[in-house]
């Protein structure tokens, strides 16, 4: 795959304007949990159409792209949020489009990507790792909208960034899920351009997490992996295209506990009425350790979780 560079303010501003009507600009919303060790705040993604950040990477990519490019459909390899979205602009694009789904995806997501019309292909998990690393698939027809390594995604993504700073001007650190990296580096590109001494701070789960342990080593290294109830991130290594973005706009990396993801899905249920999935809840996760005194902002990524993995959460058991 060729260099990736990081969107502009004035790429993630063009965006932002393809994508006006019909995403939205969602709530930032102060935690209320009288204990918390910092003034914490939600940035609620679980709220768009498909119930997460991926509708803006998705529509920017398709909106900014020539007739051409999609004349012969899209398509992605997703393990959900991304090949709904994508999905989604598509149908309502007259696109045809196609998703390309590890094996082990939360059925939950798949179902919503068949609502949206799309056709499903389903791989061994290692395959579906090799097409997201080399960028192609032999057979499939259509422009691939890469789930993360792709510029014109990440410019979607910027505009959360910019939703954060008009939102909360005095925000200190921004937690944003690490998956591919697509979501952190746009953000981080964006709030960095316009406001270079906010932090911007990846968080993994500690079941999967390569960049936090490649930014300690300061190069590149695999992990072990194990797959979890936090679906969509993570992965043995950083993708290789998004490590020079990832170690030069990241100021931090940091990795939860399954547990702790856990506990922070049951609070916003509890607490805020919210439902995240795993990897909308490591950010929070990660902020109930900040030192008081700051102001942080979670992005709460996605709210597609399984019932089944949401029940045994709120009754305290760990799927």
Request: charged share 20%; proline share 7%; net charge neutral.
């Amino acid at each position: 795959m060729s260099t990736l560079h990081p969107p502009t303010l004035q790429t993630v501003r063009a965006a932002r304007r393809r994508l006006a009507g019909t995403i939205l600009h969602t709530p930032l919303i102060r935690l209320e949990l009288e204990d918390a060790p910092a003034e914490i705040y939600l940035k609620l993604e679980n709220l768009q159409p498909t119930g997460s950040f991926k509708v803006r990477g998705a529509g920017n990519a398709l909106l900014s792209a020539a007739p051409a490019q999609l004349r012969d459909g899209v398509w992605t390899a997703s393990a959900g949020n991304m090949g709904q979205a994508l999905a989604w602009y598509a149908r309502r694009l007259g696109i045809a489009c196609t998703v390309v789904v590890p094996e082990d995806a939360p059925e939950v997501k798949v179902e919503a990507i068949r609502c949206q019309a799309a056709g499903i292909i389903k791989v061994p998990f290692a395959d579906y790792q090799t097409i997201q690393r080399e960028g192609g698939r032999a057979g499939m027809k259509g422009r691939l909208v890469h789930p993360f390594a792709d510029e014109a995604v990440m410019a979607g993504n910027g505009t959360l960034g910019l939703e954060i700073l008009e939102d909360l001007p005095e925000v200190d650190t921004v937690l944003v899920p690490y998956g591919g990296g697509g979501l952190s580096c746009g953000i981080a590109a964006s709030i960095k351009a316009a406001r270079p001494e906010v932090r911007v701070e990846a968080v993994e789960v500690a079941t999967a997490a390569p960049l936090t342990a490649s930014l300690s080593a300061g190069r590149p290294v695999e992990v072990p992996y194990r797959s979890s109830f936090v679906s969509g991130m993570g992965a043995p290594s950083v993708f290789p295209q998004m490590w020079p973005l990832a170690s030069r706009l990241l100021d931090a990396a940091r990795a939860v506990p399954l547990a702790e993801v856990a506990g922070a899905i049951r609070l916003l249920a509890e607490r805020q009425h919210v439902i995240a999935e795993g990897a909308g809840a490591v950010a929070l996760a990660a902020a109930l350790a900040e030192p008081a005194g700051k102001k942080v902002v979670c992005v709460v990524s996605g709210g597609n979780l399984d019932a089944g993995y949401l029940t045994k959460i709120i009754q305290g058991e760990l799927p």
